[in-house]
């Protein structure tokens, strides 16, 4: 278990929905990491939290927002679900900032939109 | 091309067999080099980090990293059953702000048949 909570572990909606995914980091983290799984990208960085503020920005598109909130724990939204947004959604957590990759993973949240 | 290219496998070896996986990649700013390892329907979870060219050794595991050829390697000795999962490298370059985001290969699926 890497103390890292993500819920829901699985959700099934429809195209054109909205779903928020949340996380909970490891006690003591102050960074969290969203990532999104798919088979055939692999593993793509979406955005870095550290402490409340938003750090850095990888491939997350313009209809996925996140925010990290004072006790820590962040949220994804997700909108304009479509098809190609079924995936697997990590979120990580770490006590700085990265720098050596001691990234602590959840278990994901697996989306399946239909 | 992708900043680090791995071959997705799948890879099958008998139980005591020498693995080796390779990663290759094209940007200079990484700094940070680790290896993963994912089990079904896990998060990954860190295995081996290192900063510089050379070896690092741990337990069955050792990690190379060559930066004049922009290529890394695991190596995993007397393999077992339970080293069956997927394995990501993964390397992580200051993206500003203190950041360091982590860039990951797409993994490659390993099998150790008893």
């Known amino acids: 278990d890497s103390g890292v909570t993500q819920t829901p572990k699985h959700l099934i909606t429809a195209t054109g929905q909205r779903v928020t995914l949340r996380c909970s980091p490891r006690?003591?983290?102050?960074?969290v990491y969203w990532y999104q799984q798919s088979l055939d990208q692999g593993l793509q960085f979406l955005i870095h939290?550290?402490?409340?503020?938003?750090?850095a920005k990888g491939n997350i598109l313009e209809r996925f927002s996140a925010q990290q909130f004072p006790d820590l724990h962040s949220e994804l939204n997700l909108s304009s679900l479509e098809l190609g947004d079924s995936a697997l959604y990590f979120c990580?957590?770490?006590?700085?900032?990265?720098?050596?990759?001691?990234?602590?993973f959840g278990e994901g949240s697996r989306l399946t939109v239909l | 091309q992708k900043e680090v290219e791995q071959d997705p496998g799948p890879l099958s070896v008998p139980e005591g067999a020498i693995v080796s996986l390779n990663c290759t990649y094209s940007?200079?700013?990484?700094?940070?080099f680790m290896w993963y390892r994912q089990y079904s329907r896990k998060g990954p979870e860190l295995l081996m980090y290192?900063?510089?060219?050379g070896n690092k050794e741990d337990g069955r595991f050792t990690a190379q990293v060559d930066k004049s050829s922009k290529y890394i390697s695991l190596f995993i000795r007397d393999s077992q059953p339970s080293d069956s999962a997927t394995y990501l490298c993964a390397m992580s370059a200051n993206s500003g702000a203190g950041s360091y985001q982590l860039t990951f290969g797409k993994g490659t699926k390993l099998s150790v048949i008893p």
């Open positions: 939290y550290y402490n409340g503020e938003e750090r």
């Open positions: 940007n200079s700013a990484f700094q940070y």
């Open positions: 290192t900063y510089s060219s």
């Open positions: 006690s003591g983290d102050l960074s």
């Open positions: 990580a957590s770490s006590v700085g900032q990265g720098a050596i990759g001691e990234l602590f």
